[in-house]
């Protein structure tokens, strides 16, 4: 793997050279469920760690492999995970360092799948969620106790928008010992956590990663520097039952020791609850990488113009957009994000959830669907739809009024994008 500092040449050439077989340019897409193994010696050194390589493709797969390799360039990680959906890399991230009796600390401004996977599913197995308002970082330090195993932010609260300080929050959790893990994906591609302090990213790699709305996938990204060996993380520093009493954070050889957590993420997690992406899907995305950066710095572009057009909207009570100065989060966006502000924006329209079901229903260039991050315009009435699930106490917490309405914008003509939502309000 050859290693660049520009994310534009590394989207295209961070994991994958040619092929050795057949000398392709572009990575060959590998439909195969298991490999031959070259003797018994090398099956049980495979099944044992003493070296690496294909055995199932619910553990790994040539296609995966240049998917997950050219992530972890990009991201600045040591290795990473590609999973079945964002969702389940969320799920795996937790229970790969967290057990019945443990408890994390996590932002209140969750995305809805993500706030009943934590609120209600994780206290069914025993894992405990305290959710703390993110916008101070010492918020979190308030609910860390000796149960604690990692303190978990959104880059961007979805849909309120906020921004995490990262750099911050990072601070409170290492200084008690403890990870912080970020799910980035309303940023890629204009912000690296690993860079700010995170010890772990996550993405569902069905938004702006892939880009096309033609995949379901998620990864972990595991930066390779956390020391996994104290009692704080038992998971890892105590033996693991399923692998002959390995403790994953001690007893690794040193090349694979900074990945402890990504391996046992592979090795026990997914290995035998089987979230695995499909080699098809991890093709889609390879593809869909390759443009990236100039679909991110487009989605910005256009994103910030929508905004600064429905503020200035008699109908619309207010916006929300972290490229707005006004936007209380916008010095610690300017801070972090590089090249853009993203492309989601809300807002809420003068008559409340009539009026956002109203014109969301008037939309003609913008495709009314569940998802974020399409290279099309997209729109959604989140109380009535994605978080719907809360209570109305719980999507006050998370920001979502009943009005509200979120927009994801495309890379199309923005003057195109303005009229449609131009022909919608009036």
């Known amino acids: 793997m050859t290693t660049h500092t520009h994310i534009n040449t590394q989207a295209l050439h961070a994991s994958f ?42 553990l790994n797969n040539p296609t995966v492999d240049v998917l997950e390799k050219t992530i972890a360039s990009i991201e600045g990680g040591a290795a990473a995970v590609a999973l079945s959906s964002g969702t389940a890399a969320v799920f795996y991230s937790i229970i790969n360092l967290a057990q019945a009796g443990d408890e994390i600390v996590a932002s209140s401004n969750l995305y809805g799948g993500s706030f009943t996977q934590f609120n209600d599913i994780l206290p069914q197995l025993g894992i405990n969620v305290r959710f703390v308002d993110p916008s101070n970082a010492e918020n979190f330090t308030k609910e860390i106790n000796a149960k604690t195993r990692a303190v978990f ?21 290492h200084r008690h010992g403890l990870p912080l893990i970020v799910d980035a994906t309303f940023t890629a591609g204009i912000f690296k956590p690993l ?25 972990v990204v595991d930066k390779g520097t956390f020391d996994w060996s104290t009692s704080k993380h038992p998971l890892l520093s105590q033996p693991e039952n399923s692998y002959n009493g390995l403790r994953f954070g001690i007893d690794l050889p040193e090349p694979l020791l900074p990945i402890a957590y990504a ?79 993203g492309a989601i924006l809300v807002f809420e329209l003068s008559g409340g959830e009539q009026a956002g079901r109203q014109f969301i229903e008037k939309l003609k260039l913008f495709k009314h669907v569940a998802n974020v991050g399409d290279a099309k315009s997209l729109a959604i009435h989140p109380a009535s739809t994605t978080h719907s699930q809360l209570t109305v106490d719980q999507q006050a917490s998370a920001g979502i009024s009943p009005g509200l309405v979120r927009l994801s914008i495309g890379i199309e003509n923005v003057d195109d994008i303005i009229a449609d939502i131009d022909q919608a309000l009036t």
């Open 263 to 341: 391996l046992r993420l592979r090795l026990v997690p997914l290995r035998n609850l089987g979230a695995c992406i499909s080699p098809d899907n991890a093709y889609s995305f390879i593809q869909g990488i390759k443009t990236l950066p100039l679909r991110v710095k487009q989605h910005s572009e256009n994103a910030l113009k929508v905004a600064e057009y429905l503020q200035a909207r008699s109908q619309v009570e207010w916006v929300r957009y972290p490229g707005l100065s006004n936007h209380a989060s916008h010095p610690t966006a300017v801070k972090q994000f590089n090249g853009g502000f």
């Open 153 to 173: 932010v959104e880059s961007i609260g979805n849909p309120s928008l906020d921004v995490a300080d990262i750099s911050a929050i990072s601070d409170v959790a």
């Open 195 to 219: 860079e700010q302090g995170a010890d772990i990213a996550v993405y569902s790699l069905t938004k702006w990663y892939g880009g096309h709305g033609n995949g379901v996938g998620g990864v």
């Open 17 to 58: 050279s040619s092929d050795s077989a057949t000398n392709s340019v572009d990575a060959p897409l590998y439909r195969t469920t298991a490999y031959q193994f070259n003797s018994t010696e090398h099956a049980a050194n495979l099944f044992g760690l003493k070296e690496l390589g294909n055995i199932y493709t619910r």
